[in-house]
């Protein structure tokens, strides 16, 4: 079969004719895996071929640079105008061959061919970071030097929050570092981590404007007859932002904030959740800190943070907790010097992940859930393929013939995993998100399936939360109202505990909840939800142990109708045959049963057959139970039984496209 990277769905290309909308259209992180002497395709709907900035690092191996492309400069490692790496000096041409090019198109790129390590050597995993030049986002500015005070023009259309400028086709310049929260008297460097005094040659001690930037005498910034490439960045933190359908969405700040040196470190609050954050402490010389979603920044405070260093050739680093994702910034959870120093300042940015109404608009539903029992992988790295979706936030699996737990992870929750139908603590493993169309590493995956979400606006979504012991509100960014909610404390032993709207036939929702690992019918209580009902932007918890425990952490996974891709409902059961419409023909159905014991968690899909049923609160292999059939628009239930559709009982059921 075709590699799973190669079978990306191109997403619509809204806001491609008129200008970039989303954040996707501009800017994106991936993944991909080395493949002896063969570019691998990423497809992911930007269009390469226009003005932007490609930088690719080999993740695993230490002493491997972060390569920098950029076509409208003509950097490249073969026929361009010089090199450039974050993490040295050079600025020259380093002659190599033209397998180590990029090679760009309208919808991705293919990596280079070439079978070093740096960049492509078979089995290695290499991560890249692509900025697309736009109007109020990012702009890539070339400039000859002078030696004296001259004022460079741009495009970014906004003052920029950052600058990153480097001389090309000349070695020995370090680069220098604008920051708004630096001020234009000093500089910061990539090359050595440092703080450094003396900004007025390099920038004349004047802050850029929306339409120029300054450079004085220095040699790094403007030493004559030298070609300079300048990189800027735009900060929405003043609420400027011109992105998304109504062009007033925010998608990139640039600030500060005061260290603490404690684990529970400084709260940034954005308005939005980004996709990547970069530290650095301002006055001494500490490394650039580097994290992101798509290698897995966590949800909560005690799961450990993959993050880099911008500024050296080290690989990735899973086992310490750095900082952690919030549904509107990132949180500190260290108190390492390098992000945390008591009485330190310390500048960022950060990008937003593509969320809410800057997210692009899905053409299909198999780019927010799919499955896959092809075994295609087997004891591979990543093992479950996922043709459909991208970049998979949460999945489960499982052997569907014999007894076996249902195995489950997700993005945010780092290298751990836990069952659906146990109450356990999660436990260390080597569950993985962070590939493209695939998931989890080193399974013998035959005979088993795997089933995968994407978040997505309106139909699914995935917090972290620290419980208090009392009545709390949390927010999210499904952006609409949660229909149906799973959640599991991740530092210890807790039942599952679920929200539907369904529960009591729809009547008080809020004061019901089931368990999602046993057969029990729903239970009424004011302190799972704290009688409330969850709202489009926040869901509430009470006291209970099982969603707020004081000082415990939890993932919540938050589910929700959307007009052909998902439905949330609930029915009374008549015992005969009845209908139920979802506006789609579904290739997943659960159903319960709310109101009576030692009913399954049933659960058909697709791709097994709609005569196999599988429980998700047990144990037992799929077994032959037809309950229902299939049409273009729902399912038609069969006549009476306890577990779908006994007359007089109540059902939720929540089924997908």
Known sequence: MTDPITQSMMQGAAGAAGGATYVNDIFNIDVYKGKQNVGVAITNGMDYTEDSMVVIKNRERSGKSWWVFDNKTGIRPNGGNGNIFFNNTNGSNIGYGADYNITRNATGFVSPTTNDNTLGVDGDYYVTYSLKKTENFFDIVN????????????????????????????????????????????????????????????????APSATHFTVNTDNGTNRSGRTYVAYLFADH???????????????????????????????????????????????????????????QMPGTWDKPTNWMKLDTTDYNQVNDRKVFITPTGFKISSPDAMINQSGEYYIYFAIRRPELSVSRPIESPTEVFDMDNSAELDNQTPCFPVPGIRKVDFATARGYAGNEDWYASDRKLGRTRYFLNTSGAPSASSYRFDFLHAWNSGWGTSGYQTWAWARNPGSFDIQGHLGTGGNASHGHRLGVVPEMMWVKRTNGVRDWAVYHFGMNNGSNPGQYYLQLNEQQQGASSTTYW?????????????????????????????????????????????????????????????????????????????????DKCMDLS????????????????????????????DSGRNYIYYAHA
Not at 183 to 196: D, I
Not at 260 to 281: H, M, Y
Not at 630 to 641: A, D, E, K, R, Y
């Open 237 to 295: 933190s003043n609420n400027s932002g011109t992105f998304g359908p109504d062009e007033d969405q925010n998608i990139i700040a640039c600030g500060q904030y005061y260290g603490n040196a404690n684990s529970t470190g400084p709260t940034i609050d954005l308005g939005w959740e980004p996709e990547w954050v970069v530290i650095k402490r301002k006055q001494y010389n500490e490394n650039w800190f580097t994290a992101d979603q798509m290698q």
């Open 530 to 610: 704290n009688s409330t009902v969850p709202t489009a932007t926040h869901y509430s918890v009470g006291s209970a142990s099982q969603t707020n425990g004081g000082n415990d952490d939890y993932h919540t996974y938050l589910f929700a109708s959307k007009a052909g891709v998902s439905k949330c409902g609930y029915y009374q059961g008549t015992g005969a045959a009845q209908t139920l419409t979802f506006g789609f023909q579904p290739r997943f159905v659960l159903i319960k049963c709310s109101n009576a014991n030692n009913t399954k968690w049933a659960m058909w899909d697709s791709l097994r057959g709609w």
């Open 143 to 206: 400039y000859t030097g002078t030696g004296s005070l001259q004022n460079v023009p741009h495009n970014l259309g906004a003052q920029p929050g950052m600058m990153w400028i480097k001389e090309y086709g000349n070695d020995g310049q370090n680069w220098m570092i604008y920051h708004k929260n630096v001020t234009a008297q000093r500089y910061l460097n990539f090359t050595n981590g440092g703080w450094v005094l003396g900004g007025g040659p390099a920038w004349n001690g004047q």
């Open 618 to 645: 047990q144990t037992a292999g799929q077994t032959n139970f037809q309950a229902f059939t299939v049409t273009s628009t729902g399912i038609t239930l069969m006549v009476g039984n306890g577990h779908t559709n």
